[in-house]
């Protein structure tokens, strides 16, 4: 678990590698399994979801912290925040189609979901469950959406190599990508108490 | 396409050949992140067909009064609503439910079946058909976790507990494989229960 007391190191390792968002924490995986047959398509989804999570973390703080808590709105904010969320990402996507063409058709459809992407909204929810400070929560979603696109790298390469080998017929597909994160999972349950995390 | 379906076929849809889980591949975080026992599966399960049946009846009954520009925030807000609702109901009546579960209660909201099935079905069918669409695939949605929960429950810990009772102990003499219930053996026992699937799936349509 996270709290405010550790140091900004402790909390970038523990959520870029031992409590992994996608591997361990299990959020995010739509985009995960969709998005990961291509290298280049996964890095920029991870490029994506790095400027959005950071942007959408220190927005909601900030309403969070002088808005919703001053006025004992609490119990508003999966409503407040998921509005946010999805109009910072109608801008981005607005930015991108109109200055990287080219990006843009690559993520296709999956730009507009990065709005239910549940990493994006879970981080902004855990930054306030875990009470973090401000600074320390963008330290604590950089190294999340560091973990997401590391993760999800790595597991496009992975699969490119598992599209060449022999799968038997019934593993063809999704289910030879979930043994693959399987083993991904279990690689990256060996950073568990590290530096006694 | 869905207007020629009569109103059995489309509350089986959603458990058989539309199942959101096993077919359409959506709904994953909290599949997998919830499955580790039984109990706090079939509790996912319930929580998210509540807010799919409530989400689908209320935004059939206002499909008329949603301008298509704004569609998709308005089927938000109406989603996340009931997710507060489900979210502070559940922290006063199930609290022991409601720590398991934790941060997946708030994100029902972002779970890509509810927002799909608003979007995809009720927006453009009447109340009743809308309804029963929300039974369906909430139904569908609920069998293929618990199923995925016992299983993982059963090799990790020996158990299967439902409604907080415990239906089946292996006793002592098991030896549990615990990997089932941590976080790689998710991903494993839902990619052998798709190799199964596939497996007869494609038997069933040589036929």
């Given at each position: 678990m996270i709290t405010n007391e550790m140091s900004v190191f402790m909390i970038l390792v523990s959520s870029l590698?031992?409590?992994?968002?996608?591997?361990?924490?299990?959020?995010?995986l739509c985009s995960f399994f969709?998005?990961?047959?291509?290298v280049e398509t996964s890095l920029s989804m991870g490029l994506a979801v790095i400027f959005v999570m950071v942007n959408a973390s220190a927005v909601t703080w900030l309403l969070h912290r002088f808005l919703l808590a001053p006025l004992h709105l609490e119990y508003l904010r999966t409503i407040a925040f998921i509005l946010v969320i999805a109009a910072l990402v109608q801008f981005e996507e607005m930015y991108i189609r109109k200055n990287f063409k080219e990006l843009y058709t690559a993520l296709g459809i999956y730009l507009p979901l990065i709005t239910t992407n549940c990493a994006v909204l879970g981080v902004a929810i855990l930054n306030i469950d875990y009470r973090l400070g401000f600074i320390k929560s963008i330290v604590y979603t950089l190294g999340v959406s560091l973990g997401y696109t590391l993760a999800i790298v790595l597991f496009a390469s992975v699969r490119d190599r598992v599209f060449l080998a022999p799968v038997p017929r019934a593993f063809q597909g999704y289910p030879i990508a979930f043994i693959t994160a399987s083993l991904m999972s279990l690689a990256f349950m060996g950073f568990a108490h590290l530096f006694g995390l | 396409m869905a207007r020629g379906k009569s109103a059995r076929q489309v509350f089986l849809a959603g458990i058989?050949?539309?199942?959101?889980?096993?077919?359409?591949?959506?709904?994953?975080c909290p599949l997998l992140a919830?499955?580790?026992?039984?109990n706090d599966a079939l509790g996912m399960g319930l929580a998210a067909s509540f807010v799919l049946v409530a989400s689908n009846l209320l935004v059939s009954l206002l499909r008329k009064l949603i301008?298509?520009?704004?569609r998709i925030p308005i089927f938000i807000v109406i989603v996340a609503t009931f997710v507060t609702l489900v979210d502070l109901l559940m922290h006063a009546y199930q609290p022991e439910l409601y720590k398991n579960l934790g941060v997946f209660v708030p994100l029902i909201v972002v779970n890509c079946i509810i927002l799909g099935r608003a979007e995809g079905f009720a927006y453009h069918n009447g109340v009743p058909r809308s309804v029963l669409d929300g039974l369906g695939m909430g139904l569908g949605f609920t069998i293929a976790i618990t199923i995925l929960g016992a299983m993982r429950e059963i090799l990790g810990n020996g158990t299967v507990t439902l409604l907080n009772t415990e239906l089946v102990n292996l006793g002592a003499g098991y030896p549990p494989a615990l990997v089932f219930i941590m976080p790689p053996g998710g991903f494993l026992a839902i990619g052998f229960l798709m190799a199964l699937k596939q497996k007869f799936w494609k038997r069933g349509q040589g036929r």
């Open positions: 590698l031992v409590n992994n968002i996608l591997l361990i924490r299990f959020l995010a969709g998005l990961s047959t291509k | 058989v050949e539309e199942n959101p889980i096993l077919v359409l591949m959506i709904g994953l919830v499955s580790s026992n039984a301008p298509a520009s704004v």
